[in-house]
Nanobody, 124 residues
Framework: QVQLVESGGGLVQAGDSLRLSCAAS????????MGWFRQAPGKEREFVAA????????VYADFVRGRFAISGDNANNTVYLQMNRLKPVDSAIYYC?????????????????WGQGTQVTVSS
């Protein structure tokens, strides 16, 4: 069984930074890509960022481009999300995901494994 465990969420003020981490564990696990999604109350889960291990290329949602940065360590199945200049609209539960497909990374269907999420709350 593969488990993804997120950490690093919390309550911050607008303009602050947070760094989320996600580690995969369990049976022998490898992925083609890992990513981050988020879900605010009453809204659909939306894509935030992903990284493709074959070339390390990141993919970002337009609304986080320039503020968030995804990085990771394929060998250790770990991915990070550095979030800068946070805004109240960034408040959500952030989910880590991993999958065996390295394309269409903005789509939830491309991911096979999901974490339980970590809460990020940004106050104004």
């Amino acid at each position: 069984q593969v488990q993804l465990v997120e950490s690093g969420g919390g309550l911050v003020q607008a303009g602050d930074s947070l760094r989320l981490s996600c580690a995969a564990s369990g049976r022998t696990f490898s992925s083609a890509a890992m990513g981050w999604f988020r879900q605010a109350p009453g809204k659909e889960r939306e894509f935030v960022a992903a990284i493709r291990w074959s070339d390390g290329r990141p993919v970002y949602a337009d609304f986080v481009r320039g503020r968030f940065a995804i990085s990771g360590d394929n060998a250790n199945n770990t991915v990070y999300l550095q979030m800068n200049r946070l805004k109240p609209v960034d408040s959500a539960i952030y989910y880590c995901a991993a999958g065996d497909r390295a394309y269409r990374l903005a789509f939830r269907s491309q991911y096979d494994y999901w974490g339980q999420g970590t809460q990020v709350t940004v106050s104004s």
